[in-house]
């Protein structure tokens, strides 16, 4: 019998070869995929988060928590995702410099694109460069999604959006922001277009900004 539970102790105690087999045992038992996400793991990473505040595990314990949540997410992809992909155009997206956490924004990659778009992904501590390069490189680009989990990296997250919009192509392209210490005053604050509190709601932003939502 598979259960949210089961996969939520899986992931908490970083048990990666045993969540696939978890999550799998719970599709097969008829739970929702977003629910499987949601509770066993997005959840679980809230309690992992706060067991490291207080200090009850450390790195090495989120390390392995995140792994063992990334081989979940795997095997929910197929059920999550839906629509045809890259209809609506390119995004690019990246995680900030100085910014290691990834699982969140590969989750609003997976639901960008399943809402129909091309995901360029450059995935974690990208510098500003690197980001304008990659659009001079795509010039049909129309959306470049970030990224920041650290109140420490938010500052990297506007001078990011300051380089975007000091660019050339700026007028061509929408800038989207999120992740856990962003809000939408930070957002307007340092000039993009967009923000989004989770990976569903990014992909209706995505739409919205491109203007067929
Ligand atoms: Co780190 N970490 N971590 N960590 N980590 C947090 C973020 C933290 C909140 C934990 C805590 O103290 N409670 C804390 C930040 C505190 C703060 O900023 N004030 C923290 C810290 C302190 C650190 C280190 C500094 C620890 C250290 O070394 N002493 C260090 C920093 C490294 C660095 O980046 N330079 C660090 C390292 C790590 C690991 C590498 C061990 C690991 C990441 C592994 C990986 O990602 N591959 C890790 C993990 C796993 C976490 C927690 C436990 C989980 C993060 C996660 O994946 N959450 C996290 C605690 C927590 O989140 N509660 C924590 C699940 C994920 C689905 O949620 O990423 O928020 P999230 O994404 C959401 C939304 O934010 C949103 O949608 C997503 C899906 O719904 N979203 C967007 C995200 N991006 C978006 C973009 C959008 C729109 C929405 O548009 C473009």
Redesign the pocket.
């Known amino acids: 019998m598979g259960s949210i539970e089961e996969v939520a102790n899986l992931v908490e105690h970083g048990r990666s070869k045993k969540v696939p087999a978890a999550v799998q045992a719970a599709l097969d038992d008829g739970i929702d995929a977003n629910d499987i996400l949601q509770k066993g793991m997005?959840d679980t990473?809230?309690i992992?988060?706060?067991k490291?505040?207080n200090n009850e595990i450390f790195?090495p314990e989120?390390?392995v928590?995140?792994k063992a949540?990334?081989a979940g997410v795997e095997v929910l992809k197929p059920y999550l995702a839906t629509g045809a992909a890259g209809k609506l155009g390119k995004v690019i997206?990246a995680t900030v410099a100085?910014?290691?956490?990834?699982?969140?924004?590969n989750?609003?990659a997976m639901m960008i694109e399943s809402a129909g778009f091309t995901v360029i992904d450059l995935g974690v501590d990208v510098q500003i460069d690197k980001i304008i390069e990659a659009v001079n490189e795509n010039p049909d680009t129309k959306i470049v999604?970030?990224?920041a989990?650290?109140?420490?990296?938010m500052p990297s997250l506007r001078d990011t959006v300051a380089a975007l919009n000091g660019a050339p192509f700026r007028s061509n392209i929408k800038i989207?922001?999120?992740?856990?210490?962003i809000t939408q005053e930070f957002a307007e604050e340092i000039g993009a277009d967009g923000y989004?509190?989770?990976?569903a709601s990014?992909a209706e932003l995505a739409k919205k900004l491109v203007g067929v939502a």
């Open positions: 997005i990473m809230g992992v988060g706060e490291f505040k790195v989120m390390l928590a995140a949540m990334k997206i100085g910014d290691l956490h990834d699982i969140g924004k989750l609003v999604a970030l990224s989990l650290l109140t420490t990296t989207m922001v999120g992740g856990a210490p989004s509190e989770d990976a990014a």
